[in-house]
């Protein structure tokens, strides 16, 4: 502080100071506020009683009330008392109008009261564009708070931007808005206009900035709040919804299902597991997609039976009836159903005890099941395997998954609704596997007597006991099933039907059924067994039945059309012949005839089995220019390949039997074809066709019409026995075939032959390729083979080219 001994200079004076509270009063306003401490309000009626100028400083702290001047900010303001008022109280209220920043130099107590010797603080006043710019961003700034804060003083702020003098502006504005005492303080202390309005430009930035940011978390703040009351609001809504339409509100709901849950006889594992989800499921919001979710799994829970049972016939008299009721013929295989049936009576989990039916189709498999399923009074349940590739559609998939739900084993036995329905797994041959894993090996588990009890869907996540269910397999061919698998399974072989019991069949079963399931009464028309026989023969070739029964069907269905166009008369009863058969049916679909309609060179018919049961296939083989060759054409496996291999170089063999001369065989090609469709299951069974066919077209000697023929040959000629044997006879029976040549090997395999079809063929027992020949060609005498053809060329030797593919 700077000493002065006795005059001050101009600018410094003496002045009564008041220390004040929470403002900073700013030159060029107005201001009123009370006075009430001793020490101001003598320094006021002293300033009264001079020339009622004041010096007003802001102490550092409001809270204290009597300040040393160390306490009181250096730079205040002085000012014009222009009213003074005492009030009842004792404080005086005083309206002062600030003239000019001041700057203490010594600050006294003079019996009670403040004096200062302060200095005049000029007005620095610059002038220039900077400051004009400064002026008008200062007034967007304060339009632009004014926006974001309608409360504020709107007027005062307008009123202080009006002031001419930028100087004024600035403190009025200071003084106005509503900014911490600190840096209000701050503005006073800076003496340059300039600076000061900068320093305005930035605290109305900040100001601004923090109004919008209350602004904007407002907003987000009222947008939450509105989203909750929406929801809220919907939710009221459905509720009341739902009352209205009878429903049950949530709570009752969850009650409910809570009961379900207890009654459901679940284990103690999935009660568990269900009771936690419920819980769960009371913490979520209703109608929510998680909600949805837990819903769904406790409901899957509730539905598969867990104790439900339906009461099974133990009665095995009572079981052969039904079995009798529902199929014709199958004695064998009904016998051993019985068998069977008794032993699961006897014994809890008979060892590889799954009943697998194999055979072609429309034989009667799926079917069976349906009966065995009413013969024990267990429900029934058919999943079908063809094309199931994905371990999970077994097994089902977690319940992360979107969309989840149980494997179709557990959907079965939703479906059947009891712990022990018959459960036919159809088409087991056509179960593939790929990298989503192998469905065979889940199929495993649940066919295991050992593991199946503690069956895990992936999705139910709890064990469920399979063990009470009667699984039942059916397969077409054997050999596309794991061997794993086919470990577990009793195999059971439906191979076809012939002629006659087909005729029965469609008698006892097929017609009836069509009959009702076409609306027809079986009094008013009559089948005769001449018009079955015309659809067994003309209209379908196969092993099993399901083409006649279509066929039935469909002469049922036309007959419903006209019994419906013009009503039959009463008592008129409608017949259905063979000739009506062909009217409904329209032209004949297959001819009851040998393959070959006579006898041709190098043209040999062989039985195959294939897995729509036995068929009838024919080789051809001709001879073309050459060097000794032999094409393959067809779709033939390896096993086919080598076969005919066997069956050239055995023919070869016999040249000189056969009276061919070995260097015609050298100069020629064969060319064998064995056409698509009719390729065998069984490899080698079609070796002494393809021999008979070569050796046809080199002895230039037509094969016998109506002879058919299976058996593997090897080199030596010898001929081995093949499978399939009563497939591959009935396969011949439908078609007309009348002569079969059959590995002697093969014999014991006759017992299981229809008699009937056994007596319609001249069944030819062979053990060589010689005895085939003999009984397969014509027998006129090979000469004209090498004369005939073209001249045998000697001179040109050339050897054998091998077989090749095509
Ligand atoms: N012996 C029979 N007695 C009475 N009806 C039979 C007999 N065999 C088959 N059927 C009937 O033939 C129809 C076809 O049988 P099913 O569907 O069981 O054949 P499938 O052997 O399962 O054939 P696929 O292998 O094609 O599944 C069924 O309507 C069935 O009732
Ligand atoms: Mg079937």
Not at 564 to 584: L, Q
Request: charged share 30%.
């Amino acid at each position: 502080m700077e000493e002065y001994s006795d005059r001050p200079p101009a600018d410094v004076a003496w002045y009564p100071m008041v220390p004040i509270r929470d403002v900073v009063i700013f030159p060029f306003t107005k201001v009123a506020f009370k006075i009430g401490r001793a020490g101001s309000v003598r320094a006021l009626e002293q300033a009264l009683a001079g020339d009622r100028m004041i010096f007003l400083a802001t102490q550092h702290d409001a809270t204290v009330d009597e300040p040393t001047p160390e306490q009181i900010y250096g730079i205040g303001t002085l000012g014009k008392i222009l009213q003074s008022q005492k009030q009842e109280n004792g404080q005086i209220k005083v309206v002062v109008e600030g003239r000019e920043r001041a700057t203490t130099v010594r600050v006294e107590n003079a019996e009670g009261a403040f004096m200062a010797l302060v200095r005049r603080a000029p007005v620095v006043n610059e002038e220039g564009t900077r400051l004009d710019a400064l002026i008008q961003k200062i007034g967007q700034l304060v339009e632009q708070h004014l926006r974001l804060a309608p409360d504020t003083q709107t007027d005062a702020l307008q009123t202080a931007l009006r002031n001419q003098e930028p100087s004024h502006l600035a403190d009025a504005l200071a003084s106005q808005l509503r900014i911490s005492v600190e840096d209000k303080q701050g503005l006073l202390e800076i003496f340059s206009t300039q600076a000061r309005l900068q320093r305005l430009v930035e605290l109305l930035e900040t100001e601004i900035e923090k109004r919008q940011l209350d602004r904007t978390i407002q907003t987000r703040v009222k947008r939450q709040m509105e989203k909750a009351q929406k929801e809220y609001y919907l939710n009221e809504q459905i509720k009341a919804i739902h009352k209205e339409l009878g429903r049950k509100d949530e709570k009752a709901e969850l009650e409910e299902l809570k009961k379900k849950i207890e009654e459901a006889g679940m284990t103690d594992e999935a009660k568990e597991k269900a009771m936690q989800e419920l819980h769960r499921l009371e913490a979520m919001p209703p109608m929510s997609a998680e909600g949805t979710v837990s819903r769904t799994y406790i409901d899957w829970l509730i539905s598969v039976p867990w104790k439900q049972k339906s009461k099974e016939i133990k009665d095995l008299a009572k079981a052969e009836e039904v079995l009798n009721e529902d199929h014709f013929g199958l004695a064998k295989i009904k016998e051993r159903i019985l068998e069977y049936l008794a032993v699961r009576q006897l014994v809890k989990n008979p060892k590889g005890s799954i009943l697998c039916f194999v055979g072609p189709p429309g034989v009667g498999k799926t079917s069976l099941g349906k009966s065995i399923a009413r013969a024990t009074g267990r429900k029934f349940v058919r999943l079908s395997l063809g094309g199931v590739r994905d371990e999970a559609e077994i097994r089902g998939h977690r319940r992360t998954y979107i969309g989840a739900l149980p494997g179709q084993i557990i959907q079965m036995m939703k479906k059947a609704g009891a712990v022990n329905p018959v459960l036919l797994l159809d088409e087991v041959d056509k179960l593939g596997a790929d990298f989503r894993g192998d469905p065979s090996a889940a199929l495993l588990e649940v066919l295991d007597p050992e593991q199946n009890h503690t069956f895990q869907d992936h999705y139910l996540d709890v064990e469920y006991d399979l063990s009470k269910v009667f699984f039942i397999a059916t397969a077409n061919v054997l050999h596309t099933i794991p061997p794993a698998l086919q470990d577990r399974l009793e195999i059971l072989r439906l191979s076809g039907y012939t002629e006659r019991e087909k005729l029965e069949i469609a008698k006892r079963h097929l017609v009836p059924k069509q009959a009702e399931g076409n609306g027809l009464k079986p009094d008013q028309f009559d089948f005769t067994d001449e018009g079955i026989l015309e659809v067994i023969r003309h209209y379908t070739r196969e092993a099993g039945v399901r083409n006649l029964e279509r066929e039935i069907g469909s002469c049922c269905r036309k007959l419903a059309r006209k019994f419906v166009s013009e009503p039959p008369a009463e008592n008129a009863k409608d017949s259905i012949d063979a000739a009506r058969v062909r009217e409904m049916l329209g032209p004949i679909k297959f001819r009851q005839q040998g393959i070959a309609a006579q006898s041709e060179i190098g043209l040999a018919t062989g039985l195959a089995w294939t897995e729509i049961g036995g068929e009838v296939l024919q080789i051809e083989a001709t001879l073309v220019k050459g060097r000794g060759g032999v094409t393959l054409t067809g779709k033939l496996g390896d096993v086919m390949q080598e076969s005919a291999q066997a069956a050239l170089t055995c023919i070869r063999a016999r040249a000189e039997r056969l009276a061919m001369s070995l260097d015609f065989i050298r100069k020629r090609d064969l060319h064998i074809h064995i056409p698509e469709g009719a390729i065998p299951k069984d490899g080698p069974s079609a070796g002494i066709t393809m021999a008979t066919a070569m050796a046809s077209a080199l002895a230039h000697v037509p094969v016998r019409k109506n002879v058919a023929m299976t058996g593997e040959i090897t080199l030596r000629g010898k001929v081995l026995p093949i499978g399939g044997v009563k497939e591959k006879l009935l396969a011949a029976h439908r078609f007309g075939i009348d002569t079969i040549i059959l590995p002697k090997d093969n014999e014991k395999d006759l017992v299981e032959v229809p008699e009937e079809v056994r007596d319609s063929l001249n069944i030819n027992l062979v053990e060589s390729i010689d005895e085939v020949l003999s009984y397969a060609l014509e027998d006129s005498v090979p000469t004209a083979a090498a004369t005939d053809e073209a001249p045998p060329l000697w001179n040109t030797e050339q050897p054998s080219q091998g077989i090749q593919t095509r």
